[in-house]
């Protein structure tokens, strides 16, 4: 099996700052599906804090737009149905 190239060799300390970045973006998730899912708001303002995570996302982890749309998007399209009864 061919390689596609060299692969990087990462340091601890980029490890680690990966690894809390990652941390960071998962809380910032968590907290946003709870704070719209238990908070009284129109569908627009749930909207607005959806583009908000994915905003900082991309500030975390540049060019890594696709991982966000497949890990997250999903979770908060079906709370947003869920809640709004958009099913």
Same mark, same amino acid.
């Given at each position: 099996?061919?390689?596609?190239?060299p692969?990087?060799?990462?340091?601890?300390?980029?490890?680690?700052?990966e690894?809390?970045?990652?941390r960071?973006l998962? !809380? $910032?998730?968590?907290f946003?599906?709870?704070?719209?899912?238990q908070s009284?708001m129109p569908?627009?303002?749930?909207?607005?804090?959806v583009q908000a995570?994915?905003q900082q996302a991309?500030?975390l982890? #540049?060019g890594?737009e696709?991982?966000?749309e497949l $890990?997250?998007t #999903?979770?908060? !399209?079906? $709370?947003?149905a869920?809640k709004?009864?958009? $099913?």
């Amino acid at each position: 099996m061919e390689s596609s190239g060299p692969t990087r060799q990462y340091t601890e300390a980029e490890i680690k700052e990966e690894n809390k970045r990652i941390r960071h973006l998962r !809380r $910032l998730v968590d907290f946003s599906l709870a704070l719209i899912a238990q908070s009284p708001m129109p569908l627009d303002e749930a909207h607005r804090i959806v583009q908000a995570v994915r905003q900082q996302a991309m500030r975390l982890f #540049p060019g890594k737009e696709q991982t966000f749309e497949l $890990l997250y998007t #999903p979770r908060f !399209r079906r $709370l947003i149905a869920e809640k709004f009864k958009l $099913l």
